[in-house]
């Protein structure tokens, strides 16, 4: 007589893949009343531990972060270089009207955009040199400092520096410099 239940859990442990029909089988010719509710793997069963979800969670938030860090990051560096070179007009329509050619004009705020970039950049890297050994414990198979993510990521933020100043001022070449003069 069976006055309340227990659940019971068996650990096979094999040299080779086991087939869990087999298993079943065994257990039925050993005892057939045993009730046998599921198989599952070791490593099936860690991966759906709380802890490895937890862990699991922990990584998505950290990507997800991480994807936010970098698009505010981009917002704010074609932001504030589209507003320096927009605040520039004057000068470029002036440097223009003077006789400037437009190619060195566009090369001379390019040049200077990304020289502020650069600066930007090397700040950045430095920062996340010292940051990435606080984020070591949250890594699983990649070094705090991985080359391909650094080059990966700044290459990327300064491609989005070049079209910040390169948008604005090629716009900004554009304009007439007569109108460029009558807007101070």
């Not at 793997?41 to 979800?53: D, E, K, P, W, Y």
């Not at 391909?148 to 090629?170: E, K, N």
Request: glycine share 8%; net charge positive; proline share 4%.
């Amino acid at each position: 007589m069976v006055h309340g239940w227990f659940l019971a859990a068996w650990v096979i442990r094999a040299e080779v893949p086991l087939h869990f029909e087999a298993v079943a089988q065994a257990f039925a010719g050993a005892d057939p009343t045993l009730p046998v509710a599921r198989f599952q793997s070791m490593t099936s069963l860690i991966g759906n531990s709380f802890a490895v979800a937890k862990s699991r969670m922990m990584a998505a938030l950290l990507d997800g972060f991480t994807g936010l860090a970098l698009l505010f990051a981009v917002i704010g560096i074609y932001g504030v270089l589209s507003y320096l070179v927009a605040q520039r007009t004057h000068e470029i329509g002036i440097r223009i009207a003077l006789g400037a050619r437009k190619q060195d004009v566009l090369r001379m705020v390019l040049r200077e955009g990304m020289r502020l970039a650069l600066v930007g950049l090397a700040i950045g890297l430095a920062g996340a040199l010292v940051l990435s050994r606080w984020l070591s414990s949250l890594l699983y198979a990649v070094k705090p400092t991985d080359p391909f993510t650094f080059l990966a990521v700044s290459l990327g933020l300064l491609c989005v520096a070049l079209i910040a100043c390169y948008v604005p001022t090629r716009s900004a070449t554009r304009v007439d410099p007569m109108v460029a003069l009558r807007t101070e």
